[in-house]
């Protein structure tokens, strides 16, 4: 008896530790599962996004590497180009443990969703916002690092580092986030949450590099 839940228990851990390989962009996620890089991944294309998640039940692990899309240094844009989006609503999501780079947005979630998760990312040369969700509900966004870099922009653009429009159980906390501005016709919001309920903001820092 001892031998067959020892072998049980073995079984199930090595299913809980199965990965899905993402190996090249982009990429549209259409069943639940685990799903990690193995290495570093550049997106060169415009207006489009790296990743699309079109199931319920998905963990996205970087695995600490890099997802780097098109904007860095003296390439700019005015395309909308995002890291990880979602525009089909469903429930229990996690982005974890890893770098976002380069993109106009890092991770959106519009079209209703319940669950979402976002922990240890670390957004650098981020166009417009690290995160943004529309109709979403229980959102957790904690331990990541952002840096904002408004003059990635050709010509101009607004910043709001989290948005969150008509969500509810929102809780973002201990972040770290450093904007870079792109003039003084451009706003900058560090957490913006329109027609929002059930919300707790603490334990972030936010500092503007005019």
């Not at 962009?25 to 060169?44: H, R, V």
């Not at 079109?54 to 997802?67: A, E």
């Not at 840096?147 to 580092?161: A, F, K, M, P, R």
């Not at 509810?168 to 309920?197: A, F, H, W």
Request: with cysteine; net charge negative.
């Amino acid at each position: 008896m001892g031998a067959a839940i020892s072998i049980a228990l073995v079984s199930f851990s090595a299913q809980a530790e199965q990965c899905n390989p993402i190996t090249s962009l982009p990429i549209n996620i259409t069943e639940p599962g685990k799903y990690c890089l193995q290495s570093d991944l550049s997106f060169t294309h415009n207006n489009i996004d790296a990743i699309t998640i079109s199931s319920s039940d998905v963990t996205i692990d970087l695995n600490n590497w890099t997802l780097s899309g098109p904007y860095h240094g003296s390439q700019k844009g005015d395309f909308y180009t995002g890291a990880i989006r979602s525009d089909t609503s469903g429930e229990n999501y996690t982005i974890q443990n890893g770098v976002i780079s380069g993109f106009r947005s890092g991770i959106s979630f519009y079209g209703g969703h319940r669950g979402i998760h976002v922990e240890n990312i670390t957004f650098k040369d981020t166009m417009s916002r690290a995160f943004g969700s529309e109709y979403a509900s229980h959102i957790t966004i904690v331990n990541n690092r952002v840096h904002i870099n408004q003059t990635l922009y050709s010509s101009g653009g607004d910043t709001s580092v989290f948005k969150v429009f008509r969500g509810e159980g929102i809780t973002i906390k201990n972040n770290n986030v450093n904007v870079t501005s792109g003039g003084n016709d451009r706003y900058v919001r560090g957490v913006e949450t329109l027609q929002s309920s059930a919300y707790i903001i603490k334990d972030n820092s936010f500092t503007l590099f005019a």
